[in-house]
């Protein structure tokens, strides 16, 4: 595998299978209120849970990779994984609920961290927006796959039959990783000496675009996270809400790579990453609003995926080839901060009001303060490197 492209299309794949994993507790929510007796703050919690290890281990996560290579870390991410389904599958109770999802996590965590370094080592100074639009789909793309999946295995069998779907995925992933997988001829060799750090007001656009990619994301998984739940609450069934959630999911697919696309082609990274932010959150508030369900769900998918490329477009803009493993780390260690906290404030903000659609509100609330991190990136970037200069300037 020389080309870039192929390289990208197997990436895809293998990440696809954390949004698969990920939703293998919101897509069945109903059932676990129900067979564990516990409450929509609690499910909110085991949601999150998934992101929790990224605030503690995505930075030093970075130090392993320029110690062991981004490809073994990968590996022992898929292996963590394939754990934690298990446990989630056949161990009962729900602090082994809760051990098994922060295991998964914790893979997916160096998943997360990793892979986008890799991509970013095929794609800096090519097409890193339109290639980081179509990477980061593999999570939508695995969660909407989710959405269809789980509540039939789920009626058919029970909640293991979800957990050994996510289990044979994960497996899948770790055979082409390995198998597939190779570093870009041009790379330059590890390091693990401290010049492996951004510095000054690198690291500090590193830490905002961070926390804007973990505000966006928090957003967007009010959606999938509270979507079934809040149609449940409306009377609808367990299979008909998933699979009114999941057309987000299916046209976030599509317009995350037509945002990236469209911002590299235009040079406006910047005015496309607000403006998609600005029409994602009215359209939350509408969604919780109205009847037009389909209707108001497509608009959502439209929308909400155009700011995705151009916001994970912006670390390669600041980090150097020699900080990227670490820079990628703190980057994702901003950003699981959001991720774990992000469906615990939902969910209590939902839990307190009574009502699941309270959660969009908090989501349109999480896309406000994206658009104001965006201020703060552009004005740490302007000091940091000459190229980010350029790109600001052009947006």
């Given at each position: 595998m020389t080309n870039r492209w192929t390289i990208l299309t197997m990436l895809f794949l293998v990440r696809s299978c954390m949004g698969f994993q990920f939703q293998s507790v919101p897509a069945v929510s109903p059932l676990y209120l129900k067979s564990f007796g516990v409450g929509i703050a609690d499910l909110g919690l085991l949601i999150g849970l998934y992101h929790a290890p990224g605030i503690v281990l995505a930075l030093p996560g970075g130090a392993l990779g320029r110690r062991f290579g981004d490809k073994a870390i990968v590996a022992f991410g898929l292996g963590l994984m394939f754990v934690g389904s298990v446990m989630l599958g056949f161990l009962s109770g729900w602090p082994m609920q809760i051990a098994g999802r922060v295991i998964a996590g914790t893979g997916?965590?160096?998943?997360?961290?990793?892979?986008?370094?890799?991509?970013?080592?095929?794609?800096?100074?090519?097409?890193?927006?339109?290639?980081?639009?179509?990477?980061?789909?593999?999570?939508?793309?695995?969660?909407a796959v989710g959405l269809l999946a789980f509540p039939l295995a789920a009626s058919y069998a029970n909640l293991v039959a979800v957990q050994i779907l996510v289990a044979s995925a994960v497996a899948a992933a770790l055979v082409a990783l390995v198998t597939f997988y190779?570093?870009?001829?041009?790379?330059?060799?590890?390091?693990?000496?401290?010049?492996?750090?951004?510095?000054?007001?690198?690291?500090?656009?590193?830490?905002?675009?961070?926390?804007?990619?973990?505000?966006?994301?928090?957003?967007?998984?009010?959606?999938?996270?509270?979507?079934?739940?809040?149609?449940?609450?409306?009377?609808?069934?367990?299979?008909?809400?998933?699979?009114?959630?999941?057309?987000?999911?299916?046209?976030?697919?599509?317009?995350?790579?037509i945002g990236g696309l469209v911002a590299d082609r235009s040079g406006r990274h910047i005015a496309l990453l607000v403006g998609s932010c600005v029409a994602f959150a009215v359209a939350l508030l509408a969604v919780a609003r109205t009847d037009a369900t389909l209707v108001s769900f497509a608009a959502l998918g439209l929308l909400g995926g155009l700011a995705a490329g151009p916001i994970m477009s912006?670390?390669?803009?600041?980090?150097?080839?020699?900080?990227?493993?670490?820079?990628?780390?703190?980057?994702?260690?901003?950003?699981?901060?959001?991720?774990?906290?992000?469906?615990?404030?939902?969910?209590?903000?939902?839990?307190?009001?009574?009502?699941?659609?309270?959660?969009?509100?908090?989501?349109?609330?999480?896309?406000?303060?994206?658009?104001?991190?965006?201020?703060?990136?552009?004005?740490?970037?302007?000091?940091?490197?000459?190229?980010?200069?350029?790109?600001?300037?052009?947006a």
């Open positions: 997916a965590v160096l998943l997360n961290v990793f892979m986008s370094k890799m991509v970013t080592d095929w794609f800096a100074g090519k097409e890193i927006a339109t290639a980081m639009g179509i990477f980061v789909n593999s999570w939508p793309f695995g969660i190779r570093e870009p001829a041009d790379l330059p060799p590890r390091t693990t000496a401290e010049t492996g750090r951004p510095q000054g007001s690198s690291a500090a656009a590193v830490v905002v675009a961070g926390l804007l990619w973990g505000f966006y994301n928090a957003a967007l998984g009010v959606v999938f996270g509270f979507g079934p739940l809040m149609l449940t609450e409306r009377g609808w069934s367990l299979a008909a809400a998933s699979s009114a959630t999941s057309i987000v999911l299916w046209l976030v697919v599509v317009s995350v790579p912006l670390p390669s803009r600041v980090l150097k080839p020699e900080t990227r493993a670490y820079g990628m780390g703190l980057f994702f260690a901003m950003f699981y901060v959001m991720q774990a906290t992000g469906p615990w404030l939902a969910g209590r903000a939902s839990a307190n009001s009574g009502k699941a659609a309270v959660a969009f509100d908090v989501g349109a609330i999480f896309l406000v303060i994206t658009i104001v991190l965006v201020g703060v990136f552009l004005r740490l970037a302007r000091s940091a490197l000459v190229p980010v200069r350029i790109a600001v300037a052009r």
